[in-house]
């Protein structure tokens, strides 16, 4: 079943989540809070491929031509191409039938940080990235976004 469930399209992924929900859950509540912890799941899941692949071009910088680390960075960004229609097709879902909006917080996932005080201004994935940025910064590394709006830092 789970092999099915990755060969889905995302759209029936959410289609599919959607009439079990409705099955299983007595209140639109139950409906709303089982679709937020998915959206959470996919966002981490996204996050943590990016986080890969990043590391996995560093390995390629370092072993040119390596074939495996070739083919595990063009998996993982077919993965995060899925799991953002995933996620766009829920959103529209939560909208839709649930009249849901994005809480605030998860507008953007672009954190940027004052280094002098450690706060952190916009929104983004929480004070640990803030905390390892700063840390980061001040050990005399350097802190910057990469292509995703993610922060990466160097020491």
């Known amino acids: 079943q789970q092999q099915a469930q990755q060969q889905q399209s995302p759209v029936s992924k959410v289609a599919a989540l959607h009439s079990e929900l409705t099955r299983l859950c007595a209140s639109?509540?139950?409906?709303?809070?089982?679709?937020?912890?998915?959206?959470?799941?996919?966002?981490?899941?996204?996050?943590?491929?990016q986080r890969s692949n990043v590391e996995l071009q560093l390995?390629?910088?370092?072993?040119a031509g390596e074939q495996v680390f070739v083919e595990a960075i063009a998996e993982n960004t077919a993965l995060v191409g899925k799991h953002r229609l995933e996620i766009?097709?829920?959103?529209?879902?939560?909208?839709?039938?649930?009249?849901?909006?994005?809480?605030?917080?998860?507008?953007?996932?672009?954190?940027?940080?004052?280094?002098?005080?450690?706060?952190?201004?916009?929104?983004?994935?929480?004070?640990?990235?803030v905390s390892a940025a700063a840390a980061a910064t001040d050990a005399g590394g350097s802190s910057?976004?990469?292509?995703?709006?993610?922060?990466?830092?160097?020491?």
């Open 88 to 129: 766009v097709e829920l959103e529209l879902l939560l909208e839709q039938q649930y009249s849901w909006r994005r809480p605030a917080k998860e507008t953007s996932s672009i954190v940027e940080v004052d280094v002098e005080t450690e706060t952190e201004t916009g929104t983004g994935s929480g004070s640990g990235a």
């Open 28 to 49: 639109k509540e139950e409906k709303v809070t089982v679709l937020e912890l998915e959206l959470r799941r996919l966002h981490n899941a996204v996050h943590h491929l």
């Open 144 to 155: 910057s976004k990469n292509k995703s709006g993610n922060s990466s830092s160097s020491s």
């Open 59 to 63: 390995a390629l910088l370092e072993e």
